[in-house]
């Protein structure tokens, strides 16, 4: 009798997890070569089929275009032949990287003689929901499959094509290295309902990773019976502290904002020391203003602004703890470094934070008191990435306290667990 195709979405999301699930297994004891053998196949794969992928790119593309989406959305969407290289160098990243598996964290011994140790074991089975970011699939499942974790990955509509070409691709490297294709899995619909029919499942899935705007995360958090951790927001500062010098205080500010304005750690306030500001605003806000950038300030940075020959607008209220994504920055004059912590306290998304100082006490006291995945003293917010911080590629940078906050790599897909080792031992 021929077996019944799953026919609701409900149960196609189903089967799609229990082959996950039976995958995460099989991977849960899988030798690094392999794994490594597979994430090197992968990259290759991804080089050798560019040519289908950027067509599958091209593809979304154009859909994101007719639907009016902006130039930043559609950046974090394009993949070009140097993105795909990029790809296929996070995943060599990614196996030259240590097996987080089966390390011994810590280890002790008790006085009746029981030797302990705390050991890191795979998650189990990661679901990643995410828009607009084709890379996210390849990310996520080098390093769900490094960690030994099986993925399913829930593209938007926007990304499906390209997401689909290079699971493809991925899929060569599964197969080349005798491992079970259902380690990886896009979810090849764009109906919602998939989304929250696999949200549903705690029963097979362990974890799940939104990436994305505002919207897209509180849905997940709202309908989901899974863990979540949370990539929310980046409503990234910068603080040019009184010290702060010129020239370093423009480059930084420009490398945040301008090189990449539509990703999450682009730099979207800029305050300034109001002891600096007739020094330090003129030259960054010009510098950012001939980049392109829409200033929106507070009455006293707009003051100096304008005074400055500087283009610029006052800020509406809403201006302040937003998300742009695009060529546009918030500015504001602070009385001091206590206005700076109490702006980002009441406005920070806990993301990153930045300063710009040669006072040491002032550094030490940002780095001590502000809440943030990360905390950047006189460098860009563009370096929390998993990547720039060695880490190699990243499955997102999580704002959630537990279990992982800042980029999430291989050490983030893990848990622990306890080995008790004795010899006879009963407890009285």
């Known amino acids: 009798m021929k077996k019944r195709e799953p026919a609701s979405i409900a149960e196609r999301m189903r089967a799609l997890a229990v082959a996950a699930k039976e995958a995460a297994r099989e991977l849960s004891r899988a030798p690094t070569a392999r794994k490594n053998a597979a994430l090197l196949a992968a990259a290759d794969a991804v080089i050798r089929r560019s040519r289908g992928i950027l067509a599958a790119n091209k593809h979304d593309l154009a859909a994101a275009k007719k639907a009016g989406q902006n130039a930043a959305y559609l950046d974090r969407l394009a993949l070009d032949p140097k993105r795909l290289e990029g790809i296929a160098g996070a995943l060599r990243e990614v196996a030259r990287l240590p097996d987080p598996v089966g390390e011994v964290t810590a ?22 929901v995410y828009e607009a970011r084709p890379n996210v699939t390849t990310d996520a499942a080098g390093l769900c499959l490094k960690s030994g974790n099986a993925a399913i990955l829930r593209p938007g509509s926007d990304a499906l094509h390209s997401s689909l070409a290079l699971a493809d691709a991925f899929a060569d490297g599964l197969a080349r290295a005798g491992l079970p294709r259902a380690a990886v899995q896009v979810v090849p619909t764009p109906d919602r309902e998939a989304t929250f029919a696999l949200l549903a499942l705690d029963d097979l899935i362990d974890l799940a990773i939104p990436r994305g705007g505002p919207s897209l995360i509180r849905a997940v958090a709202e309908r989901s019976r899974v863990p979540v951790v949370k990539h929310y927001q980046g409503v990234c500062h910068l603080f040019l502290d009184q010290s702060a010098p010129v020239e370093k205080a423009v480059a930084i500010a420009l490398n945040g904002k301008v090189q990449r304005p539509g990703v999450c750690n682009a730099l979207e306030c800029l305050l300034v020391h109001r002891g600096a500001a007739a020094k330090l605003l003129p030259a960054v806000g010009g510098a950012l203003a001939k980049a392109g950038v829409e200033l929106r300030c507070d009455p006293a940075s707009l003051a100096v602004l304008t005074r400055a020959g500087v283009k610029a607008k006052a800020a509406a209220p809403d201006d302040f703890g937003r998300e742009f994504l695009d060529l546009v920055l918030a500015v504001r004059v602070v009385p001091n470094l206590d206005g700076a ?34 905390v950047v003293v006189n460098a860009s917010t563009r370096f929390n990435d998993g990547g ?27 848990a622990q667990k306890y080995v008790v080792q004795g010899e006879g031992q009963v407890r009285i």
């Open 107 to 128: 280890s002790w011994s008790r006085p009746n003689g029981l030797a302990i140790r705390k050991v890191r074991i795979p998650l189990g089975v990661v679901l990643m």
């Open 341 to 374: 912590l109490d702006h980002i306290a009441r406005y920070g998304s806990l993301h990153t934070e930045a300063i710009v100082t040669r006072d040491l006490d002032s550094a030490r006291r940002f780095e001590r008191e502000v809440t943030a995945s990360a």
């Open 388 to 414: 720039e911080l060695g880490l190699g590629a990243e499955i997102g940078i999580s704002t959630t306290k537990l279990h992982a906050f800042g980029p999430m790599g291989l050490q983030e897909l893990t």
